[in-house]
């Protein structure tokens, strides 16, 4: 089973900053079929990102991911107020499927 | 727009058994693989089980195999998981998803499963 560490745990930022996400595998994601999600209180997870780096539907550019192999990040530009959330990856590559514990973006 | 409404969760006790429904629409049901994920209390996300287009093929985490069946009628646009020998550890907010080339991409809003004596 494919783990995934994502850090920091809390990312403490502003309006308007830029976040960085960081997301570790174990071992090698086939194909890079790593994704990224958002959650708030209450909610369901929102993809936002899949393959590495393809935005969802309806999903702003001020999204980005990137990376390969182990290591994969997740780019906020600029954050919004809506942007403040726990973000989620998740590994489609191997089997069985698993998710990062989360790292929670709250406003500084 | 993809709507997925869950429904079936509770209070169970320990060894219990539990039904969990999601009904689809707005959406072509029965061309997408389906899955379960779940959410402990305060947790992160796990995956459950999936199943293809024909419910001819169904997976599951090893956590919960020989004890959850998941199961879909096509004809009624609907998702079930049957949960049997429940345990503390199941207890947990269930989402079904539309499962797109392994990638969860639509989610209803979840219903709470609790295990407790």
């Known amino acids: 089973e494919i783990v995934l560490t994502q850090s920091p745990g809390t990312l403490s930022l502003s309006p308007g900053e830029r976040a960085t996400l960081s997301c570790r595998a174990s071992?090698?994601?086939?194909?890079?079929?790593l994704a990224w999600y958002q959650q708030k209180p209450g909610q369901a997870p929102r993809l936002l990102i899949y393959d590495t780096s393809s935005r969802a539907t309806a999903i702003p550019d001020r999204f980005s991911g990137s990376g390969s192999g182990t290591d994969f990040t997740l780019t906020i530009s600029r954050l919004e107020p809506e942007d403040f959330a726990v973000y989620y990856c998740?590994?489609?590559?191997?089997?069985?499927?698993?998710f990062g514990r989360g790292i929670q973006v709250e406003i500084k | 727009e993809v709507q997925l409404v869950e429904s079936g969760g509770g209070l169970v006790q320990p060894g219990g058994s539990l039904r969990l429904s999601c009904a689809a629409s707005?959406?072509?049901?029965?061309?997408?693989?389906m899955s379960w994920v779940r959410q402990a209390p305060g947790k992160g996300l796990e995956w459950v089980a999936n199943?293809?287009?024909?419910?001819?093929?169904?997976y599951y985490v090893d956590s919960v195999k020989g004890r959850f069946t998941i199961s879909r009628d096509n004809a009624k646009n609907s998702l079930d998981l049957q949960m049997n020998s429940l345990r503390a550890e199941d207890t947990a907010v269930y989402y079904c998803?539309?499962?797109?080339?392994?990638?969860?991409?639509?989610w209803g809003r979840g219903t709470l499963v609790t295990v407790s004596s």
């Open positions: 199943i293809n287009q024909d419910g001819g093929e169904k």
């Open positions: 998803a539309t499962d797109s080339y392994g990638v969860f991409d639509y």
């Open positions: 071992q090698s994601v086939s194909s890079n079929k």
């Open positions: 707005r959406f072509p049901f029965s061309t997408y693989w």
């Open positions: 998740l590994q489609y590559g191997g089997s069985p499927r698993t």
